[in-house]
């Protein structure tokens, strides 16, 4: 004859938070957003300095165009 299984206790459900956010499912700790903060600020640095670095080149072109223009102009008058 089959023995009655004892009865089992009865398991409280599981408490899901499925509310994770991005960050949370990237790994992004507290520890982690000093680490974070640090590559944004760098991302920012090289930003401003890619947009300077054409700045100067364009300032740079304007400067050789304008040596180049005085030089046609001093060997016009040369020739004369």
Known sequence: SETPSPALPEIPPAELDLTFSFDTIMGFSKFSEPQAEK????????????QENEKLKEEL??????????ERK???L???
């Open 39 to 50: 590559v944004q600020k760098r991302a920012s640095n090289v930003m401003k300095l890619t």
């Open 74 to 76: 001093r060997q016009e």
């Open 61 to 70: 072109r304007a400067m050789t165009a304008r040596l180049e223009a005085a």
């Open 78 to 80: 040369a020739s004369r």
